[in-house]
């Protein structure tokens, strides 16, 4: 299923304090001109303090750009020079979305623009994904809509990425493409 | 451990959105008569939409029977050219079960009933479940205890399976048997 | 990154009731001198049931020692003919350690204490942790910081074990190291 196309697409996903942040970081330094784009908003404290946070562990070659919701038109902007933009995280990048006021029940449309953006991405593009959806039904409507709409989101994007990393307290595993040998 | 039967059991597990009906749909697609089992009940208009976007998904192949109680009598009452019976979920067969008024602290007599029929079903049987145990711990005693007795059932018949997989963001890897090489 | 050691390492983790602690069990039954380490404190009923099951599945092979708190101290007081100690389970002594009434924003000095043993076990060590951050993000903040320093936690001991199991749905999978031909 996965096309051709001249840049590599990766998923990093896992649970919150997975380390896949990390993980994702360390395969994006590899890049000469890494750009991190980062889909939080700092709306309150606790906020700051975790981008602060990840701000601080970053290697200082990173550029930052802020993605909280036209992902795809920020994407398309990079700078010409971008070889690897990792991009932190889908989830966040939901739920910017879904929290709108003028949130409906269609899908996101910046969720159609990021899928068509990544058929033939600017440059190779790192994303990391939380995975939501394996506790308890939620109690609220809003809770299980994201818990949807994220779950939906990471398949979209592992069907499209030529990696797929699920990442287990800090232990990455390769699940696309499947290790040679295995069923 | 896994017994000398003529059919052949799949455990298909993952969290919420995984993608792990689409995987064994398309499993179970491949037998000539295929059933699909469906555990739920639609109570409430949010589970009227999910069932009907599952029918629409849903090869037209498909015969379907509702079963959100008595599981191992519907196995037995299916059609006898039936080659592959797809039960999905059990997850929400088990909160069928504990939703009851007369349930009692006692696991439901419906389990083991199951897990009997299994040991000789009639037909391939695919089953999906869902992994609810790796959030936080719920704070109400309900939850706590669907969230046992969900964990104990997926054991239980992933003991039981010929084959476990486990689906991420869509991708399925298969964790029993375990792939040559591997520890 | 694993260190020259005499002693074996393995992190044993996975979600609730995913069968984690029987894998363990089975593990640390192959020592002579096998001690089962408890962090659970039997503070309401619910904890007494718990409890009480788990010392009925375990071999009677095990000697027991409670460990609330001071894991690093009550490891180096071990028997000196104990060969292997199962300590089950870190996320319940992390929820310990954070419920007392002194706790701090700081991370527990405990952790650093247990880090510290491990880069040199007086035997082989087998820890049980439980994933909690695969669900949706919890409204309460301690759950959250709870989650935060339990899956810090992980990747810790994770990064020192020389071998990590995840278990999902009772059956392990060893993620590190990794099965070789994999990427």
């Known amino acids: 299923m996965t096309e051709q196309r001249t840049h590599h697409i990766t998923l990093v996903t896992g649970g919150c304090r997975s380390g896949k942040s990390r993980y994702a970081l360390q395969q994006a330094a590899a890049g000469k001109r890494p750009v991190f784009v980062a889909t939080a908003e ?3 404290s606790e906020m700051k303090v975790r981008i602060a946070r990840h701000r601080l562990e970053r290697d200082p070659a990173f550029t930052t750009v802020e993605a909280p919701y036209d992902l795809a038109g920020d994407l398309r ?27 409906t029940d269609a899908s996101p449309p910046e969720v ?6 990544l ?7 790192i994303l990391v994904a939380n995975e939501v959806g394996m506790g308890i039904v939620p109690d609220n409507a809003l809770a299980r809509r ?3 709409e994220a779950g939906f989101l990471n398949q979209s994007i592992a069907a499209l990425a030529d990696t797929v990393v699920f990442v287990v307290s800090g232990i990455p595993t390769v699940i696309k493409p499947q290790p040679t040998g295995s069923a």
């Open 146 to 148: 994201f818990r949807d």
């Open 112 to 117: 159609e623009a990021l899928l068509a953006i």
């Open 119 to 125: 058929h033939d991405p600017p440059c190779d593009i």
């Open 77 to 103: 902007a990079l700078p010409p020079d971008t070889d690897v933009a990792l991009v932190d995280c889908l989830t966040v990048w939901m739920s910017n979305l879904l929290c709108r006021p003028e949130t």
């Open 42 to 44: 700092a709306r309150d």
